[in-house]
């Protein structure tokens, strides 16, 4: 049998860990026949909760399941992970100016990145979800400076499966017949998702839809879905955004099937002119624990703005952290 993984998860006892805890307790992410070893980071206020749901894991007799232990203190949450999921973060309260936030997370984010450089393993692999997640993995990174940038990440997979499922839904074709659908820059509102190399049942997307869906309704609808599902449901989108990290991380430790590519918010080498060690959101392919940006794709004038106002965002909140000593 293969050897136990360590994961641990930051702010399980909330509503993304709940989605998030039981299908890699199943063997959603990292595959039927690997043992995961949980290890749950929970605020001091909320470990009990957390405490709850391993009651729950515990009921579910999960044969992967080879420890289950809640954890208040990053320092020991961290001790032997392989694998991150950084999901807690601090949201924004009322009349919380973004430098608040920035400084609540980097708190967080910097306790975090210290406890993973002194205590993960060699192979770790981070994707941040709490947000500003981009940012936060950035901040992260900076204090873990024993452990390689790039295994700091920040998932856009959740912003790639909208913009899926939006070209899907337009064209008629299932979602199995696209490939090649890629979100560039900050997971936020600026985010630009391209379907200029997409392709449905192996065709150009782009001589499926007109440029006025594009730029007029599937970039605002992709981009706002999370507002969306909120005024729907009266709750945030926990369910998928679980699904996506769980697919981040398959995809990340498991590869990208041939003639496709995952979004990955990584930290920048400089490709397509995203200033070096912007944590920024590419296509990337993977294999066996590494990932590379897609290289060499034609960016369009109408691709170069949405990705450049992206990008200014990042560098802004970069600036902003910087400021605060935070990186
Ligand atoms: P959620 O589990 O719903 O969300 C957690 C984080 O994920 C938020 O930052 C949220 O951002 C972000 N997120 C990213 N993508 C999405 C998406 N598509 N939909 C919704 N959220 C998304 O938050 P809860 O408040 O239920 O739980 C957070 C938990 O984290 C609490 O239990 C808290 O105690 C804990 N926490 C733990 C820390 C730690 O372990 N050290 C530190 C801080 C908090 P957004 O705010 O933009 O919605």
């Not at 708190?107 to 994707?127: E, H, T």
């Not at 074709?173 to 890629?182: E, G, L, M, N, W």
């Not at 990584?266 to 490709?271: H, K, L």
């Amino acid at each position: 049998p293969a050897a136990p993984v360590t994961v641990t998860v930051t702010g399980a006892a909330g509503q993304i860990g709940y989605a998030l805890l039981f299908r890699i307790a199943s063997g959603a992410m990292l595959g039927p026949e690997v043992p995961v070893r949980l290890r749950l980071l929970e605020v001091p206020a909320a470990a009990r909760a957390a405490e709850g749901t391993v009651l729950e894991l515990m009921d579910c007799a999960f044969p992967l399941v080879a420890g289950l232990d809640v954890f208040d203190d990053p320092a020991k949450a961290f001790d032997g992970a392989n694998v991150g999921l950084l999901v807690g973060a601090r949201p924004r309260g009322p009349g919380m100016e973004r430098a608040d936030l920035l400084a609540a997370n980097g708190g967080i984010f910097s306790v975090q990145g210290r406890a993973i450089n002194d205590g993960a393993a060699g192979d770790f692999k981070a994707v941040v979800v709490g947000n500003p997640a981009n940012t936060n993995a950035l901040i992260a990174a900076s204090h873990a400076p024993d452990v390689p940038a790039s295994r700091f990440t920040a998932m856009t997979r959740l912003d790639h499966d909208r913009a899926v499922a939006q070209l899907a839904a337009k064209t008629g074709a299932p979602v199995s017949a696209i490939r090649k659908v890629a979100i560039w820059g900050n997971h936020s509102a600026s985010q630009y998702p391209d379907i200029t190399h997409a392709t449905v049942d192996g065709g150009p997307a782009t001589d499926l839809v007109d440029q006025s869906w594009i730029a007029g309704e599937f970039i605002p609808r992709v981009a706002k879905r999370g507002a969306e599902i909120i005024s729907v449901r009266g709750g945030s989108s926990a369910a998928s955004a679980a699904n996506a990290a769980i697919a981040h991380m398959r995809l990340w430790v498991h590869g990208t099937r041939a003639g496709d590519w995952t979004s990955m918010a990584v930290p920048s080498d400089g490709s397509y002119g995203v200033p070096e060690g912007l944590v920024s959101s590419f296509p990337v392919t993977t294999a066996a624990g590494d990932y590379n940006i897609v290289q060499g794709l034609d960016i369009s004038v109408f691709a170069r703005g949405r990705i450049d106002a992206s990008v200014a965002e990042l560098a802004s909140e970069r600036d902003a952290v910087k400021g605060l000593g935070l990186v």
